[in-house]
Nanobody, 125 residues
């Protein structure tokens, strides 16, 4: 089992930045990938970025490429998502996830069995 705890969400004005953290505990050998997702009420969960913890390879959705950056601290079993140039449309609940998955499926929520509780990001205009 893997436990994931997100933090770092909050309220910012348009153009601002936030840094989200996701700390993993438990059987940290049971996953090779950690991803970040977001979800607005009534909408599907959207894959934003993922990092493969062994080699550090990262992947991004086109919607956030150039604004969001995923990184990791393997010693702390923690993954970060730096959110820059935030816009009101970025308002959502942000989740991290982990599992052992193939690179072609990193953006699919169904690929992950382990999820955090989420952290809210609200961007005002």
């Amino acid at each position: 089992q893997v436990q994931l705890v997100e933090s770092g969400g909050g309220s910012v004005q348009a153009g601002g930045s936030l840094r989200l953290s996701c700390a993993a505990s438990g059987d940290t050998d049971s996953y090779n990938c950690m991803g970040w997702f977001r979800q607005e009420p009534g909408k599907e969960r959207e894959g934003l970025a993922a990092i493969y913890t062994g080699g550090g390879y990262s992947y991004y959705a086109d919607s956030v490429k150039g604004r969001f950056t995923i990184s990791q601290d393997n010693a702390e079993n923690t993954v970060y998502l730096q959110l820059n140039s935030l816009q009101p449309e970025d308002t959502a609940m942000y989740y991290c996830a982990a599992d052992w998955i193939y690179r072609s499926t990193w953006s699919r929520p169904s690929s992950y069995n382990y999820w955090g509780q989420g952290t809210q990001v609200t961007v005002s205009s």
